[in-house]
């Protein structure tokens, strides 16, 4: 069975080092916890839902909430972690910590998860990947039931086109269209 790979001594020695730097982003905090199957784009997306960190205690309390937001099997593992050190997780919850600004108004396609398939006019992949989660939207590499649509631009894959029609995932065609005007 897996734990974290800190004592109660250890969560001590980091809230003093919080105290000494005054504030801590939330996203570092985590990472450094060491969830297992947590890396810094889970807890990228994990702190998109998490204005608090009592949002965060609800949010690793709730399996099926996880499970929408980073996939079945780093839910899973993070779920069982956190029910086994819950008690030394909540002696962080007086902390400040920084979480990202609730980006809901500015960005009204925040948790969107897409898939991205074909050229994309006038972008590069990661130019349109780097705009695309500009606007709080998470870009899957694989689609699964959780992705909200295939992105379709020139000559796309017919297998993920084919995918995403059996798991009933809408498709969005840029076909002609320049993505910054859709943007």
Do not use: H
Not at 28 to 51: M, R, S, Y
Not at 142 to 160: A, C, I, Q, R, Y
């Amino acid at each position: 069975m897996y734990s974290l790979n800190f004592s109660e001594e250890r969560a001590t020695e980091i809230i003093d080092n919080i105290d000494n730097t005054q504030s801590c982003y939330f996203k570092d905090w985590l990472i450094a916890l060491g969830f297992k199957n947590i890396g810094p784009q889970k807890a990228k997306v994990l702190c998109e839902q998490i204005a608090s960190f009592d949002d965060f205690i609800n949010l690793a309390k709730s399996e099926q909430s996880l499970i929408n937001c980073i996939g079945p099997a780093a839910a899973n593992t993070f779920y069982r972690e956190f029910q086994q050190n819950e008690r030394l997780i909540n002696l962080f919850q007086d902390f400040t910590f920084l979480f990202s600004k609730n980006d809901s108004e500015t960005k009204p396609f925040l948790g969107l998860k897409i898939v991205l398939t074909g050229k994309l006019l006038n972008l590069t992949r990661k130019e349109a990947q780097e705009q695309i989660e500009q606007l709080g939207v998470v870009v899957q590499k694989t689609l699964s039931w959780t992705t909200d649509f295939l992105v379709v631009g020139e000559n796309p894959s017919s297998s993920k086109i084919q995918k995403a029609q059996s798991i009933g995932c809408p498709l969005l065609k840029l076909t002609g269209k320049d993505l910054k005007d859709l943007l």
